[in-house]
């Protein structure tokens, strides 16, 4: 079976992000994308389909065993953004 190689358009559906995003990531942080496949003579950015599944496999995470998930461990968390209220600064020194 041959690899199935993806173009930017193809890797922004499969991994929901703009291909603006995707090249902008190419050149400034490589990390945050899976390993680009260059073809000799050839300047495009393109991608293995199996490079990309295993890339994304990576990144799976498990739910433990007590029945709470990951994300419902960041949204207990969460703290709120920004500077606190000046009512809330007074209740605190009270």
Do not use: Y
Request: hydrophobic share 35%; glycine share 4%.
């Amino acid at each position: 079976m041959q690899d199935q190689i993806l173009t930017v358009e193809q890797l922004g559906a499969l991994i929901h992000k703009s291909p603006a995003s995707i090249r902008s990531d190419a050149s400034r942080k490589p990390e945050a994308l899976p390993p680009i496949c260059r073809l000799p003579g050839n300047k495009r950015l393109l991608w293995r389909r199996e490079d990309v599944l295993a890339w994304v496999a990576r990144f799976v995470q498990r739910t433990p065993s007590s029945g709470i998930t990951t994300s419902t461990l960041l949204l207990n968390v969460s703290k709120k953004r920004g500077r606190p209220r000046k009512t809330a600064a007074r209740e605190v020194t009270l």
